[in-house]
């Protein structure tokens, strides 16, 4: 079996990781409300801890059943989740609340709103150009950082998406492999964003790993995940003293999930991202969105949406999101030494990917092309291979959020 995760950190004392942090100390936060018995030593070490990454005004204490809780002063979320980061590297994620700091002088999103507002303002006075079918395509095979990114294969998953948006009409940006840098990835979301007209039609695609969550300012279940780059994690650096060093310099440099949502929610006659990473279904957990609009195609009751930016609510409304897991799970293929696993809808036919990827392509040829029909017959594929390779031990259920149609949905 193989786990789209981290290698294990066995080099670094302090948090020794076996593939990504197992799910049970993720999803939910499960022992939330059981009582824990954290020492001065451990506060004051975390204390300590946040004084040298320069969070002079950052406080830690414990709430009313005793995990670790971020008090304080922040100059922006930036700083809250580099504190987030040490706090569940040094003491667990389960010992630590998810209660979201309100000191921050600067809040992500009231930039980036207004970020956003202003390209939206400069977009309307362009006249706009003929309508086109555009693709971000990003997959990774090998790390730079191979002691403790283990390989992948999301270039031959980014490839089988090319194959199939060529056929489709896509102009296709595909960052392979070397290619996928931190900087790279940016510098192209930011240039599609720049030229996506209104009445384009976006396609976005992620094959790569995903950095541990981490709580969103939202509070409760709101956590945000990030995608790692080639470069990520100790690539560029000296190699990090300890697993809490590791693990902010890897979320540091990866790539935030919300540039990838800010990008997805920009006006377009459609707009459909499929994230296949670990932890990919905590996207679907930030997403905001007022009442759910009608028609709106939910793949599983009870997703925690809050409200999207009034901006691509008013200007667009149709938009397809896809996730390879849910909140906490990881994103499964076949074992390393195999590399391929048979297709279940075509006898012989091997196919050399992640589960989720490999068979939603399948069973879009199978369905013509409709999305959300290719989308359930891949979905209890995906969750029946995953059974059978961990021997029942892990799920991997994929989730879709669409305000389109069922059936009109084609792509």
Same mark, same amino acid.
């Given at each position: 079996?193989?786990?789209?995760?981290?290698?294990?950190?066995?080099?670094?004392?302090?948090?020794?990781?076996?593939?990504?942090?197992?799910?049970?100390?993720?999803?939910?936060?499960?022992?939330?409300?059981?009582? +824990?018995?954290?020492?001065?030593?451990?506060?004051?070490?975390?204390?300590?801890?946040?004084?040298?990454?320069?969070?002079?005004?950052?406080?830690?204490?414990?709430?009313?059943?005793?995990?670790?809780?971020?008090?304080?002063?922040?100059?922006?979320?930036?700083?809250?989740?580099?504190?987030?980061?040490?706090?569940?590297?040094?003491?667990?994620?389960?010992?630590?609340?998810?209660?979201?700091?309100?000191?921050? @002088?600067?809040?992500?999103?009231?930039?980036?709103?207004?970020?956003?507002?202003?390209?939206?303002?400069?977009?309307?006075?362009?006249?706009?150009?003929? %309508?086109?079918?555009?693709?971000?395509?990003?997959?990774?095979?090998?790390?730079?950082?191979?002691? +403790?990114?283990?390989?992948?294969?999301?270039?031959?998953?980014?490839?089988?998406?090319?194959?199939?948006?060529?056929?489709?009409?896509?102009? @296709?940006?595909?960052?392979?492999?070397?290619?996928?840098?931190?900087?790279?990835?940016?510098?192209?979301?930011?240039?599609?964003?720049?030229?996506?007209?209104?009445?384009?039609?976006?396609?976005? !695609?992620?094959?790569? +790993?995903?950095?541990?969550?981490?709580?969103?300012?939202?509070?409760?279940?709101?956590?945000?995940? %990030?995608?790692?780059?080639?470069?990520?994690?100790?690539?560029?650096?000296?190699?990090?003293?300890?697993?809490?060093?590791?693990?902010?310099?890897?979320?540091?440099?990866?790539?935030?999930?919300?540039?990838?949502?800010?990008?997805?929610?920009?006006?377009?006659?459609? @707009?459909?991202?499929?994230?296949?990473?670990?932890?990919?279904?905590?996207?679907?957990?930030?997403?905001?969105?007022?009442?759910?609009?009608?028609?709106?195609?939910?793949?599983?009751?009870?997703?925690?949406?809050?409200?999207?930016?009034?901006?691509?609510?008013?200007?667009?409304?149709? !938009?397809?999101?896809? @996730?390879?897991?849910?909140?906490?799970?990881?994103?499964?293929?076949?074992?390393?030494?195999?590399?391929?696993?048979?297709?279940?809808?075509?006898?012989?036919?091997?196919?050399?990917?992640?589960?989720?990827?490999?068979?939603?392509?399948?069973?879009?040829?199978?369905?013509?092309?409709?999305?959300?029909?290719?989308?359930?017959?891949?979905?209890?594929?995906?969750?029946?291979?995953?059974?059978?390779?961990?021997?029942?031990?892990?799920?991997?259920?994929?989730?879709?959020?669409?305000?389109?149609?069922?059936?009109?949905?084609?792509?």
């Amino acid at each position: 079996m193989r786990r789209r995760a981290l290698l294990a950190l066995t080099s670094l004392p302090l948090l020794p990781l076996a593939g990504c942090v197992s799910p049970q100390q993720v999803r939910g936060y499960e022992r939330a409300y059981l009582a +824990h018995q954290l020492s001065e030593p451990q506060l004051a070490q975390l204390q300590a801890r946040l004084r040298a990454e320069g969070l002079a005004e950052a406080r830690v204490a414990r709430d009313a059943v005793g995990r670790a809780q971020l008090q304080g002063r922040y100059a922006s979320e930036e700083q809250v989740e580099t504190a987030f980061v040490l706090a569940q590297a040094l003491l667990g994620p389960a010992a630590v609340s998810p209660f979201y700091p309100e000191d921050i @002088t600067e809040r992500r999103w009231e930039r980036e709103a207004a970020l956003a507002l202003q390209a939206h303002a400069q977009a309307r006075q362009r006249q706009a150009p003929p %309508s086109r079918r555009r693709a971000l395509l990003i997959g990774i095979n090998q790390f730079l950082d191979d002691r +403790h990114l283990r390989p992948l294969q999301g270039e031959d998953d980014a490839r089988r998406v090319q194959q199939y948006l060529a056929r489709a009409g896509y102009e @296709t940006t595909a960052l392979l492999g070397p290619e996928a840098t931190r900087n790279a990835i940016e510098s192209a979301i930011a240039a599609l964003g720049r030229a996506l007209g209104s009445d384009d039609e976006l396609f976005i !695609y992620v094959s790569s +790993h995903g950095a541990l969550p981490l709580p969103g300012p939202a509070g409760g279940d709101d956590r945000r995940m %990030s995608i790692v780059a080639y470069d990520s994690g100790d690539a560029l650096g000296p190699r990090s003293r300890d697993a809490a060093e590791y693990l902010l310099r890897l979320q540091r440099s990866s790539v935030r999930d919300s540039l990838l949502q800010d990008l997805a929610q920009r006006p377009s006659r459609q @707009t459909r991202a499929l994230i296949d990473t670990c932890y990919s279904g905590e996207m679907l957990q930030s997403l905001r969105l007022e009442p759910l609009p009608a028609g709106l195609a939910e793949q599983r009751e009870g997703i925690a949406l809050q409200p999207w930016a009034a901006t691509a609510r008013a200007q667009r409304s149709r !938009y397809t999101l896809l @996730t390879a897991t849910s909140p906490g799970e990881l994103a499964l293929g076949p074992p390393p030494r195999e590399g391929s696993f048979e297709s279940p809808l075509r006898s012989g036919r091997r196919l050399r990917g992640s589960f989720f990827t490999q068979l939603l392509f399948e069973c879009l040829e199978q369905r013509q092309g409709l999305l959300q029909e290719a989308f359930a017959d891949a979905e209890r594929l995906t969750a029946q291979l995953a059974r059978q390779v961990s021997a029942g031990r892990l799920t991997q259920t994929p989730r879709l959020l669409s305000t389109m149609a069922r059936g009109q949905d084609r792509l």
